[in-house]
């Protein structure tokens, strides 16, 4: 009944072990959960009252498949503000969230026969969208030796010539891993000469806290022309339930062609969001933004001294986002066993390593209170002393 492409896809592990942790914590089992990425924080009010406003003023119609004027104003200004890339408004359409974004960009341009580039270890939603559309997936490893990143003489290695599109991410889900603007430079180099489109996800640029943050589109004139941006709002300002992302792109037939694609699926995003997604854009809520960058550097602190006090762990200090992509190596061969064997005895959910192609690690987020952060490591710390014993 079912095709043979749906067929090919897997549940995302990770909502699927947090969806069980709310099942336990519903059953009323004390679950310290680290499994999703979720802010903790609420939506700024700035935000709140800009959609409360919409809602007031009966900004409830239908809009442009790819957004509002103004929104995708909101977009370019950033851009140009923030990373120094000039776009305009119909280089620019909004989605349902970034996910929603890479599903549009990947339907769009990869079909039977074309090889992704995905350097490992990967947002798992990455490989999956490639091989529903037919595409085959070319993994790059890198550890912790690398900080997680790959190097130009591995992604030289990795092209053939099926090779249509390379993803990358930076900072990092699940690493926190951030590509500086000499090793993007060093990555364009070696995509010169090729048709090769860059997909870049920079959902946590905001949540940087090591370095300066450079946009991949921005290091050279030829990667501006084959990159594409991709962003929104859910990690900066806490909006992941409102679904906002959008995709920006000096090609503006491929925009054209995944503006088509959604306006036979979805049509345009939630008219309220739009709305609200311009305070979030446009400086308003900036000082929200930097108080809870500002907490997450805190808690990373604390989570990767306590973690690399654990016998058998280590973990590489994030540069971004909010996740730790911890080492269990040395004690165990199977993140998916050790993870399971973890919720089950110590009621803390994190999501193993094999679920972002890297076998060996799991990922904690640090996006909660740093009470439940200090319990819940501590908790990990009695899981691997009993396994060691």
Known sequence: MLTDRVNTLSESITIAITTLAQELKAQGKDILSFSAGEPDFNTPKVINDAAIAAINEGFTKYTAVDGIVELRQAIANKLKRDNNLTYAPNQIITNNGAKHSLFNLISATIQKGDEVIIPAP???????????????????????????????????????????????????????????KDELVAIGKVLEGTDIIVASDEMYEKLT????????????????????????????????????????????????????????????????????????????????????????????DEAYELINKIDGLSVVKPDGAFYLFVNIKEISSDSLEFSKDLLDKKLVAVVPGVAFGSEGYFRMSFATDIETIRTGIARIAEFVKELKA
């Open 122 to 180: 990967y947002w798992v939603t990455y490989p999956e969208l490639v091989l529903y559309c037919g595409g085959d997936v070319v993994e790059i490893e890198t550890n912790d030796e690398t900080a997680f990143k790959i190097t130009p003489e591995q992604l030289k290695a990795a092209i053939t010539p099926k090779t249509k599109m390379l993803i990358l991410t930076t900072p990092s889900n699940p690493t926190g891993s951030i590509y500086s």
């Open 209 to 300: 806290f090591e370095g300066t943050f450079t946009s991949c589109a921005a290091v050279s004139e030829d990667m501006y022309k084959r990159t594409v941006t991709i962003n929104g709002l859910s990690k900066s300002v806490a909006m992941t339930g409102w679904r906002f992302g959008y995709m920006a792109a000096h090609n503006t037939e491929l925009i054209k062609a995944t503006k088509k694609l959604q306006s036979q699926s979805t049509s345009n995003i939630n008219t309220i969001t739009q709305k609200a997604a311009i305070a979030g854009l446009d400086g308003s809520a900036d000082a929200d933004i930097e108080m809870m960058r500002l907490e997450f550097i805190k808690r990373r």
